[in-house]
């Protein structure tokens, strides 16, 4: 009897796990080798973008739709039927004023744009007017919300027999948006999966690798780490060509203004530029400001360093007798804040006791001073041209990129042990000649790399940029290659540019084969080109003058006032060693990135 009972207790549990097993449970999967076990997975990416396509769907379920709303029955049955091929369209575009490349039927997005031009263009039947999906859209590369596509590519299935189909879906598309061809691909053609890789090009101003300003917290911690770290001469070696621009600058251009000012204003200003405790900014007749207290109870002047280039100062607070205006300029979104931004009050919405008429010229002459030094600032950094051997150690700082590297702190939510953070970069190149426009000097620096991973190119800019600005020791790219986590901002997203995928292996390969056209941007090179200028260039040099994205986020950088950023220091890691972790899951606990929502730039399935 009790080894009939132990006998249906084996039978009982093996049944369990039998049926547990049958319901998609580990064991589902343990007799596949590893290739089937990955084909009859699928793709890692399709079924994220699924999750996220529903997570999306009901946090904007309130909000209108933004893809084609599609034909009545009636116009769906008259129409006539006709044959669908699976196609590469090949596109280039301008990200500005876009959430982004991939779909989303509640936001302007470059994808959104072309299916409605499809549709319209009749690529499309009108029965799959309203769903993507019933056409098989596939992007090569996501690019970022204001990110550009010089060449981009999308497989899809369309209705490719009118000769004219191509001039027809760009007469209902923006200039910002060009379908450049369409080639006819094999069934099973999926430009992402036959991507081989990919080329970037990333733009970004010469007066980025100027170093911080001397009163800067940045710039005060590099010259102490260096003495404390008995590395002075080592420093000053590596900042040697750029050694004078700070202080030819406060002669040249800030203290003409700084002389022409009068009591009390003169002192307000000085405090505000030069002094970095926000303590002695109080005056003695003004109270220190709980951090409890409502912030009503005292008018504040904004000076953060995201606002005002090379300030010190994160908050000046005035006795209500020297009231001064807000002047900050927030830029809402602003892609130039770094990944560490510190909270920035909204002092535009504080309810002010009323003020005289004396209180409102303190504040009016201030705002206008302070105004002016900004403008002083950054007309002497974009007259600033940079030297070769400035130059020089920019091409050097590439060069540790090159090769398989692991990239755990270049991306979000990866670690060090994680065996997709390894990415291999194929060429890592520096113009040799900067360009010039509106009277700011930009450099241009190529990227080719099988794939990457969300915000790895604007952390690689991030990093190579912070060491050459910062005189930091070359070695510490390589470091940041180690387990140690760091952590590295991003630089805006304005600069950056996908110049084309590249499909080589299949062209030789299927497109060969079956005798369908190979996918080569090289044959529109002419109108690729003109299009770069007019519809990317000209927007990134036009919203950089406008908006001074560079310069706020380094600026901001500079004034960050914890360690995060002081292993750009002689000290190296060491000065992160109560921040820093080794071999471990999470990144370092930083305040969170400012920088414009990010999805992958060109990645892997499964790495957005």
Request: hydrophobic share 30%; charged share 30%.
């Amino acid at each position: 009897m009790a080894d009939d009972r132990q006998q249906k207790r084996k039978f009982t549990h093996s049944s369990s796990r039998g049926h547990h097993g049958s319901r998609g449970g580990r064991g589902k999967g343990k007799d596949l080798g590893r290739k089937e076990w990955s084909q009859q997975r699928g793709d890692r990416r399709q079924e994220n973008e699924e999750r996220n396509q529903k997570r999306q769907k009901t946090e904007d379920s309130d909000k209108p739709n933004l893809l084609h709303q599609g034909f009545s029955a009636e116009e769906v049955a008259q129409e006539e039927r006709r044959p669908k091929h699976k196609v590469a369209v090949l596109i280039g575009y301008s990200g500005t004023g876009y959430r982004g490349m991939q779909i989303n039927t509640t936001e302007k997005t470059i994808e959104g744009d072309l299916f409605n031009a499809f549709v319209e263009a009749g690529a499309i039947s009108k029965a799959n007017a309203t769903d993507p999906k019933k056409s098989a859209l596939v992007r090569c590369a996501r690019t970022d919300k204001g990110v550009h596509a010089a060449g981009n590519v999308i497989s899809l299935k369309l209705i490719i027999e009118d000769k004219d189909i191509i001039e027809k879906i760009n007469s209902h598309l923006s200039p910002q948006i060009r379908v450049w061809g369409i080639e006819r691909t094999v069934n099973s053609f999926s430009c992402y999966q036959a991507c081989d890789s990919r080329w970037y090009e990333y733009l970004i101003p010469t007066h980025s690798f100027l170093p911080p300003h001397p009163s800067s917290f940045l710039g005060r911690k590099l010259v102490q780490h260096a003495q404390e770290a008995g590395d002075e001469e080592g420093y000053k070696k590596r900042q040697e060509e750029v050694a004078n621009f700070w202080e030819e600058t406060e002669e040249k251009h800030i203290k003409p203004i700084l002389d022409t000012l009068q009591e009390p204003i003169k002192s307000l200003v000085m405090r505000a530029l030069y002094e970095d405790e926000v303590e002695e900014h109080l005056t003695e007749s003004a109270e220190p400001q709980a951090s409890n207290k409502a912030p009503e109870e005292k008018p504040e002047v904004s000076t953060t360093a995201a606002n005002q280039p090379d300030m010190v100062v994160q908050k000046v607070e005035v006795p209500e007798t020297e009231a001064a205006a807000n002047t900050a300029t927030s830029n809402g979104e602003a892609d130039g804040k770094p990944e560490s931004e510190a909270k920035i009050e909204d002092v535009d919405k504080v309810e002010a006791p009323e003020e005289s008429s004396s209180e409102l010229e303190h504040k009016k002459n201030l705002e206008a001073t302070i105004k002016q030094i900004r403008t002083a600032y950054s007309t002497a950094k974009r007259a600033w041209r940079i030297s070769n051997a400035r130059k020089d150690r920019v091409a050097e700082a590439l060069k540790p990129f090159l090769g398989t590297r692991n990239y755990h702190n270049f991306t979000v939510e990866k670690t060090f042990g994680d065996a997709s953070s390894k990415r291999h970069i194929k060429s890592f190149t520096l113009r040799p000649e900067p360009i010039i426009i509106n009277g700011t000097e930009w450099l241009s620096i190529k990227i080719h790399g099988q794939s990457f991973m969300m915000h790895q190119i604007r952390k690689m800019i991030s990093m190579i940029a912070l060491t050459v600005r910062c005189g930091c020791p070359p070695e510490r790219i390589l470091e940041a290659f180690g387990q140690t986590t760091i952590s590295i901002p991003k630089v805006p997203g304005l600069g950056l540019l996908l110049e084309r995928p590249v499909f080589d292996s299949y062209n030789e390969g299927a497109a060969t084969k079956f005798e369908r056209g190979k996918i080569d941007f090289g044959k529109y090179e002419k109108e690729l080109e003109e299009f770069k200028q007019k519809e990317i260039y000209e927007r990134i040099f036009r919203e950089e003058a406008d908006g001074n994205a560079f310069n706020t986020f380094f600026a901001h950088v500079d004034s960050f006032r914890e360690a995060q950023f002081l292993y750009l220091t002689s000290k190296g890691l060491d000065a992160i060693k109560g921040l820093a972790t080794t071999r471990g899951k999470g990144k370092q606990d930083v305040p969170k990135s400012s920088g414009v929502d990010s999805e992958d730039e060109g990645g892997n399935a499964g790495d957005s």
